[in-house]
């Protein structure tokens, strides 16, 4: 039978005739589809068009500029679609099905109004206000830098994308209600881009796979594609099903999967039914195809399909075990490997996209990234012999030791019918899940289970460290993750708690991440001040029973250190000042560089707090170090509170290339030479020197960064004194590593040191960071002077502190 598509359902539709999607790159460069178009639905009763218009304003209206205006005709059936084309360019390959009303409108790629209009008679409003009080006016959307828009205007579309209304739901608020995505024209008849009767390939589905990472078909149309319907994706913009050839060519080179991309309107098609299908092949990237780090999808676009019958059995899944994955994650070439050959029995990424689309099923899974309420994702192994953490998650180890058994896990189940559920790094979830798997530009291969296993509490529990002696000075590093004064309470609580209860009140606390007093709320404001944030965190702190602590922090200057647009995060400490004091030295300022000079033989900072070489382009954009002056039972103690740089924009463990460009890495090498600068600094005037690196350095213990840090001896780095099991304070894509650091010099005796493991692991977190904590006896300078210490802390441990 044939196919007809249906409008996808809302819980709260709109009942009259509604503008669905708008596109102007029609014919443009790199565009596929070679004409404009504007498609109207209605999830209400049919409307008749007659008399009705369709009207378009440039974004930027100035005195001369009027609407244009394409007539309608007929009617606009409910759970239907209208399509109205538009102005035809010069570029595109694709032309659009069968229109049910044709204009000549040149719409703008980037940005415009669109209006659905009760009257042929052109528009005169040129401002949102004057077009909300023209009762003629059905519906309208402004896309991109629109002047005209219902509340605020849709994103910006292209040459290669449109706006599209994800579900019949007007809120008044475009922003809200399009998203930008792959143009998808749908005619009254249910047809798209490329209708029946237009000639294509004969194709089975392992001819589009391949036997690389590229269709060999690719941009091509095909016919004839059999398979059984395994999946639907029948909620947001990126709708489709998934279908499987049963039968197969044998080859293990080929995946007999393959993803129908049918855009915002969800497929009429059950699994279980045999469908022929017909379309375009197409590579899909999420960004710009030419310069993307990932991987492709291929897939089918501007389908049509017959059901041939239903109710079929489905084709059986892939099972993966704990042995199925190849421990070599991909081939090693320098470069692309997008078009080299297959090898799934070689390299893990090969398997999977050697059996992307298809089916796959996993068994008593253990949890190795919790699951994220916001992206309704959780991260599983496969393999759970492969560098097992000490509280059941997977370690990352080294660039040379990928985890090729992690595997992200997504739903296709409803919300409304089953809820994702919450789960901790070290939970079990047992049972089957099972369903299509494909490449995600976030987190690699993906399974979008339509078979969800159930979570089984494994019982990782919030550590809590122990409290520092009284001979010890204790020294921890917290992200705080974007902490600002707006911030919820709920947040400054559990942050709070993790400091008394679970760190044990520190004498002194390095903290990253705090913003300014009103964060990111308005971006190039000029405030810069986080008194507010501070003070409010050390309130809810004292209130939890903690210490009435003190802080030290530099304004940076703004919009200059990263982070969070309009939150100028930067670096801070924490003091309690009943067990440690902190030595002021007026001066320093955003801009001043701290130095270091001698007092009676003993280094001293210029400034404390300072900021460490702040005008160094290292810093560029960047978290300024941040060095105080402490003494502890009057020792001298040197701490250099740090956040470096991020690794956004490094290309993917997953991606295209192998092996992957770390293009952050380079400024944070430079930004290690600076600091490392500095501590040698202090070292020369005082080899004896308590001199304490601490932060999130954003790079792993086996990176050049941290090499840079640790050469000749100078800095030891304590992360590398734990077990392998234990190292890590950051989860990312399943992977347990680190990224926050506690380096100090050789000075300090009695050294212990705890990554507390608070946050990382757990879905319900206060930062996406855990906290550690090193304790220690600082050294008095000299060695009977240690000795007398030594001494008297020893004492004091088995008698108690004097009165």
């Given at each position: 039978?044939a196919?007809?598509?249906?409008?996808p359902?809302?819980?709260?539709?709109?009942?009259?005739?509604?503008i669905a999607?708008?596109?102007?790159g029609?014919?443009?460069?790199?565009?596929?589809?070679t004409?404009?178009?504007?498609?109207?639905?209605?999830?209400?009763?049919?409307?008749d068009?007659?008399?009705?218009?369709?009207?378009?304003l440039?974004?930027?209206p100035?005195?001369a500029?009027?609407?244009?205006?394409?007539p309608?005709t007929?009617t606009?059936?409910?759970?239907s679609?209208y399509l109205?084309?538009?102005?035809?360019?010069?570029?595109?390959?694709?032309?659009?099905?069968a229109?049910?009303?044709?204009?000549?409108?040149a719409?703008?790629?980037?940005?415009g109004t669109?209006a659905?209009?009760?009257?042929?008679?052109a528009?005169t409003?040129?401002?949102?206000?004057?077009?909300?009080a023209?009762g003629?006016?059905?519906d309208?959307?402004?896309?991109?830098?629109a002047?005209?828009?219902?509340?605020?205007?849709a994103?910006?579309?292209?040459?290669t994308?449109?706006?599209?209304?994800a579900t019949?739901t007007?809120?008044g608020?475009?922003s809200a209600?399009f998203?930008?995505?792959?143009?998808s024209?749908v005619?009254s008849k249910?047809?798209t881009?490329?209708?029946?009767?237009e000639?294509?390939?004969?194709?089975?589905?392992?001819?589009?796979?391949?036997?690389?990472r590229?269709?060999p078909?690719?941009?091509?149309?095909?016919?004839?594609v059999?398979?059984?319907v395994?999946a639907?994706?029948?909620?947001?913009g990126?709708?489709?099903?998934?279908l499987?050839?049963?039968?197969?060519?044998?080859?293990p080179?080929t995946?007999?999967?393959?993803f129908?991309?049918?855009g915002?309107?969800?497929?009429?098609v059950?699994?279980?039914?045999?469908?022929?299908?017909a379309?375009?092949?197409?590579?899909?990237?999420?960004?710009?195809?030419?310069?993307?780090?990932f991987?492709?999808?291929?897939?089918?676009?501007?389908?049509?399909?017959?059901v041939?019958s239903s109710?079929?059995?489905l084709?059986?899944?892939v099972?993966?075990?704990?042995?199925t994955?190849?421990?070599?994650?991909?081939?090693?070439?320098?470069?692309?490997?997008e078009k080299?050959?297959?090898?799934?029995?070689?390299y893990?990424?090969?398997?999977?996209?050697?059996?992307e689309?298809?089916?796959?099923?996993?068994?008593?899974?253990?949890?190795?990234?919790?699951?994220?309420?916001?992206?309704?994702?959780?991260?599983?192994?496969?393999?759970?012999?492969?560098?097992?953490?000490?509280?059941?998650g997977?370690a990352?180890?080294?660039?040379d030791?990928?985890?090729?058994?992690?595997l992200?896990?997504e739903?296709l189940i409803p919300?409304?019918?089953?809820?994702?559920p919450v789960?901790?790094?070290?939970?079990?979830?047992?049972?089957?899940?099972?369903?299509?798997?494909?490449?995600d530009?976030?987190?690699g291969?993906?399974?979008?289970?339509?078979?969800?296993?159930?979570?089984?509490?494994?019982?990782?529990?919030?550590?809590?460290?122990?409290?520092q002696?009284?001979?010890?000075?204790?020294?921890?590093?917290y992200?705080?993750?974007?902490?600002?004064?707006t911030?919820e309470?709920a947040?400054?609580?559990?942050l709070?708690?993790?400091i008394v209860?679970?760190l044990?009140s520190?004498?002194?606390?390095t903290l990253?991440?705090i913003?300014?007093n009103?964060?990111?709320?308005?971006?190039?404001?000029?405030?810069?001040?986080?008194?507010?944030?501070?003070?409010?965190f050390?309130?809810v702190?004292?209130?939890?029973?903690?210490?009435?602590?003190?802080?030290r922090q530099?304004?940076?200057?703004?919009?200059?250190?990263?982070?969070?647009?309009?939150?100028?995060i930067?670096?801070?400490?924490?003091f309690?000042?009943?067990?440690?004091?902190?030595?002021?030295?007026?001066?320093?300022?955003?801009?001043t560089?701290v130095?270091?000079?001698?007092?009676r033989?003993?280094?001293?900072l210029?400034v404390?707090?300072g900021?460490v070489?702040?005008?160094?382009?290292?810093w560029?954009?960047?978290?300024?170090?941040?060095?105080?002056?402490?003494?502890?039972?009057g020792r001298p103690?040197f701490?250099?509170?740090n956040h470096?740089a991020?690794?956004?924009?490094d290309?993917?463990?997953?991606?295209?290339?192998q092996?992957?460009?770390?293009g952050?890495?380079?400024?944070?090498?430079?930004?290690?030479?600076?600091?490392?600068?500095?501590?040698?600094?202090?070292?020369?005037?005082d080899?004896?020197?308590?001199?304490?690196?601490a932060?999130?350095?954003?790079?792993?213990?086996?990176?050049?960064?941290?090499?840079?840090?640790?050469?000749?001896g100078a800095?030891?780095?304590?992360?590398?004194?734990?077990?392998e099991r234990?190292?890590?304070?950051?989860?990312?894509?399943?992977?347990?590593q680190?990224?926050d650091?506690?380096?100090?010099?050789?000075?300090?005796?009695?050294v212990?040191?705890d990554?507390?493991?608070i946050?990382?692991?757990?879905?319900?977190?206060?930062?996406?960071?855990?906290?550690?904590?090193?304790r220690f006896?600082?050294s008095?300078?000299?060695a009977?002077?240690d000795?007398?210490?030594?001494?008297?802390?020893?004492?004091?441990?088995?008698f108690?502190?004097?009165?």
């Amino acid at each position: 039978m044939a196919l007809t598509l249906t409008a996808p359902p809302a819980s709260a539709q709109a009942t009259g005739a509604l503008i669905a999607e708008v596109y102007g790159g029609g014919g443009n460069s790199g565009a596929a589809l070679t004409s404009d178009f504007v498609e109207l639905a209605t999830a209400g009763p049919d409307v008749d068009l007659s008399g009705w218009s369709v009207q378009y304003l440039p974004a930027s209206p100035g005195a001369a500029t009027r609407w244009q205006v394409t007539p309608l005709t007929g009617t606009l059936r409910q759970n239907s679609r209208y399509l109205v084309a538009q102005a035809k360019g010069n570029g595109g390959t694709v032309a659009l099905p069968a229109a049910d009303a044709t204009g000549t409108i040149a719409m703008a790629a980037g940005g415009g109004t669109v209006a659905l209009v009760r009257t042929t008679e052109a528009l005169t409003c040129k401002t949102t206000s004057e077009c909300d009080a023209d009762g003629r006016i059905t519906d309208l959307v402004g896309y991109g830098p629109a002047v005209v828009s219902e509340t605020s205007p849709a994103a910006a579309t292209g040459n290669t994308t449109s706006a599209a209304r994800a579900t019949l739901t007007d809120t008044g608020d475009n922003s809200a209600d399009f998203t930008v995505g792959e143009p998808s024209p749908v005619n009254s008849k249910g047809e798209t881009p490329g209708g029946p009767g237009e000639p294509g390939v004969p194709a089975t589905i392992a001819r589009i796979q391949g036997t690389t990472r590229l269709s060999p078909l690719d941009g091509q149309r095909v016919t004839g594609v059999t398979g059984v319907v395994t999946a639907i994706r029948g909620f947001g913009g990126a709708r489709g099903f998934w279908l499987t050839d049963p039968v197969g060519d044998g080859d293990p080179r080929t995946s007999e999967g393959l993803f129908v991309f049918t855009g915002s309107t969800t497929p009429a098609v059950r699994t279980g039914d045999a469908v022929t299908v017909a379309g375009t092949v197409k590579e899909y990237y999420p960004d710009n195809p030419a310069t993307s780090n990932f991987q492709s999808l291929t897939e089918l676009t501007g389908a049509q399909w017959t059901v041939a019958s239903s109710g079929n059995p489905l084709p059986a899944p892939v099972v993966v075990g704990p042995d199925t994955l190849p421990a070599r994650l991909a081939p090693q070439v320098g470069g692309s490997i997008e078009k080299l050959p297959l090898e799934p029995a070689v390299y893990s990424l090969d398997f999977w996209e050697a059996h992307e689309s298809q089916v796959v099923q996993v068994a008593d899974v253990r949890v190795v990234g919790r699951s994220s309420d916001q992206y309704k994702e959780l991260y599983v192994t496969t393999k759970p012999e492969q560098n097992p953490t000490a509280r059941g998650g997977t370690a990352y180890l080294g660039y040379d030791r990928p985890n090729t058994g992690v595997l992200k896990v997504e739903s296709l189940i409803p919300f409304g019918e089953r809820p994702f559920p919450v789960a901790d790094t070290g939970d079990m979830l047992a049972g089957v899940t099972a369903g299509p798997v494909e490449y995600d530009s976030f987190g690699g291969y993906t399974l979008f289970a339509t078979t969800l296993g159930n979570v089984v509490d494994n019982g990782p529990h919030k550590e809590t460290t122990r409290a520092q002696r009284g001979g010890e000075l204790a020294v921890a590093t917290y992200n705080v993750e974007n902490l600002a004064a707006t911030d919820e309470q709920a947040k400054f609580e559990a942050l709070a708690t993790g400091i008394v209860d679970h760190l044990a009140s520190p004498d002194i606390v390095t903290l990253e991440e705090i913003q300014d007093n009103n964060g990111a709320a308005a971006e190039g404001d000029g405030i810069v001040a986080a008194d507010a944030t501070l003070r409010r965190f050390t309130d809810v702190i004292a209130a939890k029973g903690g210490p009435r602590y003190e802080w030290r922090q530099i304004d940076p200057q703004d919009m200059t250190d990263g982070g969070e647009p309009g939150g100028n995060i930067r670096v801070g400490f924490l003091f309690n000042p009943a067990r440690v004091s902190f030595v002021d030295r007026p001066g320093g300022t955003a801009t001043t560089p701290v130095q270091v000079r001698s007092e009676r033989g003993r280094p001293a900072l210029s400034v404390s707090p300072g900021r460490v070489d702040p005008a160094n382009a290292a810093w560029r954009n960047s978290r300024k170090p941040l060095a105080g002056e402490f003494r502890f039972r009057g020792r001298p103690v040197f701490v250099v509170a740090n956040h470096f740089a991020s690794k956004g924009g490094d290309q993917p463990t997953h991606g295209r290339y192998q092996p992957p460009t770390r293009g952050s890495e380079v400024q944070r090498l430079e930004q290690a030479r600076v600091l490392r600068t500095f501590v040698d600094q202090l070292l020369a005037a005082d080899r004896g020197a308590n001199v304490v690196v601490a932060g999130d350095l954003n790079d792993f213990p086996f990176s050049p960064t941290l090499g840079t840090l640790t050469e000749g001896g100078a800095l030891r780095s304590l992360i590398d004194t734990l077990p392998e099991r234990e190292r890590y304070t950051y989860v990312f894509e399943g992977n347990s590593q680190v990224l926050d650091h506690t380096l100090v010099s050789h000075a300090p005796r009695g050294v212990d040191y705890d990554v507390v493991h608070i946050n990382a692991e757990f879905a319900v977190q206060a930062s996406d960071h855990d906290p550690q904590v090193v304790r220690f006896r600082p050294s008095a300078g000299n060695a009977v002077a240690d000795a007398v210490n030594d001494v008297l802390d020893w004492l004091e441990r088995l008698f108690g502190a004097p009165a």
